[in-house]
């Protein structure tokens, strides 16, 4: 049996701004709202400083240990979708860690095959936060 696909990826350019931001603030995680200002954009957060609630889905880890969260309205949108995170010149959102380092995170996404979809569809919906 296939496994379900990842719902979210990063880059090797992400993966490496990743390693640099662990090194000055510790375990990460990322939040994906949808929301104003650069809500679009993926947030990464020191791990405790976002509060993840009920209505937030957790799409999975990246660069090891790196937890995804996005808003459930978002989501819905997203759902067929692979995401994945990527870092790019410029200047993001001044609460998102990276800010300060002259480059931003940004989502490329590919729609999941049919059989992917299948995959996920049997796996079930994805955890939610507490």
Not at 66 to 77: H, K, L, R, T
Not at 86 to 105: H, I, K, N, Q, T
Request: aromatic share 8%; glycine share 12%; hydrophobic share 40%.
């Amino acid at each position: 049996m296939t496994e379900a696909p990842p719902r979210v990826l990063t880059t090797a350019a992400a993966d490496a701004l990743l390693e640099r931001l662990k090194a000055l603030h510790g375990p990460l995680m990322f939040h994906q709202s949808g929301g104003c200002c650069d809500g679009s954009s993926p947030m990464c957060f020191p791990v405790g400083e976002f509060r993840v609630g009920a209505q937030d889905v957790f799409l999975g880890h990246v660069a090891g240990d790196i937890p995804v969260w996005m808003g459930a309205a978002q989501f819905e949108y997203w759902r067929h979708t692979q995401l994945t995170i990527d870092c790019v010149p410029g200047r993001g959102a001044g609460m998102s860690l990276e800010s300060p380092e002259g480059l931003r995170f940004i989502v490329r996404s590919r729609v999941f095959t049919d059989a992917e979809a299948q995959l996920l569809d049997q796996k079930g919906e994805p955890p939610r936060g507490a």
